[in-house]
């Protein structure tokens, strides 16, 4: 009975500390719109695209319909497609496409695209870049409000956390658990702190100024990241500051429609999350199931203790998760259910790493990455 409620223990004190000591990461919501004059910054935006026919005409819509009152080019880099993907992007007078070269080795082919992007945009030489996906529709006033945000606070980084799809019964389940496991990962009240490590940024919406960029080596400096979002924040801030915060006008309009299709998508990455490393891994699984799964398993047991630590740390666990909950316009219902959502975030965890030791890697549009 000891060992119960020394797990219990552990629980509730580490619920105590994500709810009143990490930050807020849990209090979610829009980031406010700043109002400033813009006019006088140039922004390239630099969408790399690889078989996505079905999204980026939206993609491509959303950006030539901004208004804002700069300069704004948008360059599409086609990343090798096999289906209609420039064809479905169509046309317009702020709009380039470019084929990528060849892949060179060493490089992800995101990454790639983004650096072949990035060349045709230095002839106009922007003040702003913004990096984004074939799969986001942008609202009207995104990029006057990135660069609003950008110049007021004198920011190098400034990235959106888009509202992700959540219709099926797999993106309701699991959509909203992975933003909150994201911000618990990358507070962003920590992000935006001077004097805090934390560098997180969400790779859908993100503008760099060029010549932050250029201060730590251009793309280049990434280019191996598979998750380069964060791997860019990170060199950015240690000469300059960054912010991250959620929209949510601004949104992904990828499809996750089962369970296997979310599986793929976080096994895909989260052993490099861990670096590759069995003890993070072993921590990592030991942590969620202490944090996660053992509170309401505590509750069946006869110890008394161990049982009301449970109780109270569920009731923790479900308090922290409701804003997210609210912000996509889920039933609370779902608040209970986080532990089991959890164990499904663990499986796909470990499966990463199997595939990573077996040599698979991640799957994604045609392309093995991360294959150990």
């Given amino acids: 009975m000891i060992f119960f ?17 990490r930050g807020g990461f849990w209090r979610v919501g ?21 078989n996505e026919e079905a999204v980026v005409g939206r993609a491509i819509q959303s950006l030539l319909q901004q208004d804002y009152p700069g300069p704004f080019r948008i360059i599409l880099v086609d990343d090798h497609s096999t289906d209609a993907t420039v064809a479905a992007a169509g046309t317009g007078e702020r709009l380039s496409i470019v084929e990528a070269g060849p892949l060179p080795k060493g490089w992800t082919g995101k990454l790639w695209a983004v650096s072949e992007g990035l060349k045709l945009a230095e002839s106009s030489e922007p003040d702003y870049v913004l990096l984004t996906d074939a ?18 606070g004198e920011l190098d980084l400034v990235s959106y956390m888009v509202k992700l799809q959540c219709r099926t019964m797999a993106e309701s389940a699991l959509v909203p658990a992975f933003v909150f496991f994201f911000l618990k990962l990358y507070p ?3 992000t935006a702190r001077r004097d805090s490590k934390t560098a997180g940024a969400a790779g859908g919406c993100m503008l760099i100024r060029r010549s932050a960029l250029a201060r730590i080596g251009g793309i280049a400096a990434i280019r191996s990241e598979l998750i380069d979002d964060c791997a860019l924040a990170r060199a950015v801030k240690p000469g300059g500051n960054i912010w991250m915060g959620l929209t949510d006008t601004t949104q992904s309009i990828r ?13 895909r990455t989260a052993f490099t999350q861990l670096r590759h ?17 053992a509170p309401p398993l505590l509750i069946l047991t006869r110890d008394r203790v161990a049982g009301s630590c449970g109780l109270a740390a569920w009731i923790l666990m479900m308090i922290s998760y409701a804003p997210t909950l609210r912000f996509y316009q889920r039933s609370m219902a779902w608040a209970p259910l986080l532990p089991i959502v959890a164990l499904f975030y663990m499986i796909a965890t470990v499966d990463s790493a199997i595939h990573y ?16």
Avoid at 255 to 267: K, N
């Fill in 135 to 152: 799969d986001i529709v942008h609202a009207s006033d995104n990029v006057s409000g990135l660069v609003a945000r950008a110049e007021s």
């Fill in 255 to 267: 499809e996750y429609a089962t369970f296997g299709e979310i599986h793929g998508m976080i096994s």
């Fill in 277 to 293: 490393s069995i003890l993070l891994l072993a921590g990592t699984i030991v942590g969620m199931a202490v944090i996660y799964l």
């Fill in 5 to 21: 409620e020394l797990v219990g223990a552990a629980s509730l004190v580490v619920w105590l500390y994500l709810l009143f000591g």
């Fill in 188 to 190: 962003p009240a920590w």
């Fill in 357 to 372: 030791w077996s040599g698979r890697g991640g799957f994604w549009k045609g392309r093995v990455q991360d294959a150990g």
């Fill in 30 to 50: 829009a980031a406010a719109t700043l109002g400033l004059d813009t006019s006088e910054r140039s922004v390239v935006a630099v969408i790399p695209a690889r």
